[in-house]
């Protein structure tokens, strides 16, 4: 990464000054701020009256509930609502043509789809090797002979009216004997005996689960590139050969995916096969199964089967297109942000952001529950990734268009629970895509949580999340729905993750919703030190000096405050002007 001079406090207050004196009228918006403050709240204090903070929250019929300095600074960025964020099916994407490209892997036929709107599997031919994803059905000469047992196995079922969970378990372990007392399959019992006989129709799903895994060969017919680290690149592929795939991950097929061994070929890849779904009983996986059968009786129903296209695209960023960040002349982006609400509901049609792993799903098909896992569960289709995306670098970043919602839920970790099928109404696109974004980008695990105001951690996580907020394709942008970022089991603070991502965003020239999911303080706090920055016009360069300051600062005093910090910086600097 690019290395930075150190800034005494000396430098830091000119830089204050200079972004202060280059923005006479947002002077005179923080003067009119503090005129009509009528001395109401304490100049120490950190949190302002309700009064003082503009947001959706305080917006009846169009008034809103605050002075009428904050009513002028609304008519600005600084005080957004949800409904003026931009969103996908504000704009005409203008996509031109669906062609496949040196970069973009398609796995329909783009001719007849182009001409006709039909999803067509592309012809192409079977490749063994290391470069590409190793199919269940290739016609190689170590794998043939295995994929004449599935399918002779995955017949049988699919013969059948009714499988029951022993069956399932028996035909998976006869093409995979080496695992035999290592897999259990507990889960996937205790969830079938426990579920309600009006809910239980699993015994009639997997014979169509087993049907369609069988029409691997028909559904995919070119080989499937891997998404490797240090190259951006693109796969686009039907709903139905989404279904397929993870059929085949259902029933445990795909060759050389089921060891966690460091030496092995897939290592740096996530698991993809279920076997670890169907162990280790838990009320975490009862939810996570109702939700995955969901789907499957979704996607096996000729009536409510999806027809549509999904994109994976990796991002690398280059060395070379990193700011320098304590350069950026960029004022702050317009920001919501809400205490309620959800992503994956409100923020739909924006970039919605993923808190990634850096294998990404993390733990969806183990018993992790966090807002990953359970985006995966909720949008099911996102678990192919898992089948060729290799483990993300610290400079890239996965971009997922057109994934659809087919849960509801409620709750979080061990709360969280299935609440019902969701009914995804988003609009396609020319591609014929849902207008839904996802950003998956993984942030630093801090151990240690002083590491995390290490100059080089901040620039590692300013540059992941401009990685992804940057966009690549040249069409309309969509604003960015995100929120705690790498906070709670990655110790991040949510302060600095906050100014992080709205560097990133302003840099990205991006508007930002942010979701405290609860957080009532964080949620005031933020508005605060946002307006205040954005009446005194500070830029990208001068926040980041400041968090640079503070990274020392915090290193002397650990009970220091970020935002107490930066504001107390902001007045000493209009004190010496």
Known sequence: MK???????????????HDTQQNPQKEKEKHEKEQCSNDSTNQDSFLPSSSGICSAENVKDGQAECPEFLQQ??????????????????????????????RHTVLIDVDTFNSQRKFLPTKGRDLWHSDFVKMPCSQSANQKSKWDVISKKLKSLASKKTVSVKDVEEAIIKYNPKYKDQWSFDALHTFNKNIPDTENYFKTLFPKIAALALKLPDFVNKAIPLLRKGQSATITLSQVQISCLLANAFFCTFPHRNTSNPTAEYAGYPTINFNSLFGNWSERKREKLRAIMHYFKEVTDESTRPKGLVTFHRECLSYTDMPTWESCKENLSKLHITSEGQIELEGKGMLQVDFANSLIGGGVLGSGLLQEEILFLINPELIVARLFTEK???????????????????????????????EDQSERDQWARRKTQILAIDAMNFRHSMDQYKRKHINRELNKAYCGFKGYDGHEKPDIA????????????????????????????????????????????????????????????????????????????SDVDLFDFIKKNIRNSKSHL
């Open 3 to 17: 290395s930075h001079k150190h800034n005494d406090s000396s430098q830091m207050k000119e830089a204050l000054q």
């Open 482 to 557: 995100t929120g705690k970022w790498g906070c709670g089991a990655f110790n991040g603070d949510p302060q600095l993750k906050a100014l992080i991502q709205l560097m990133a965003a302003a840099k990205a020239k991006r508007g930002l919703a942010f979701f405290t999911f609860g957080d009532e303080y964080l949620k005031q706090s933020l508005q605060h030190i946002y307006e205040l920055m954005f009446a005194e016009g500070i830029t990208v360069g001068t926040l980041y000096k400041l968090l640079c300051e503070f990274s020392s600062a915090k290193h002397r005093d």
């Open 73 to 102: 600074m609304e008519r600005t960025l600084s005080c957004c609502q949800l409904k003026d964020m931009k969103r996908l099916q504000h704009g005409d994407m203008k996509l031109g043509p669906l062609r496949f490209t040196r």
């Open 392 to 422: 993300l670098e610290d400079n890239e970043c996965l971009i997922i268009t057109g994934s659809q919602q087919f849960s509801s839920y409620s709750g979080f970790g061990d709360s969280f629970e299935w609440a019902g099928p969701y």
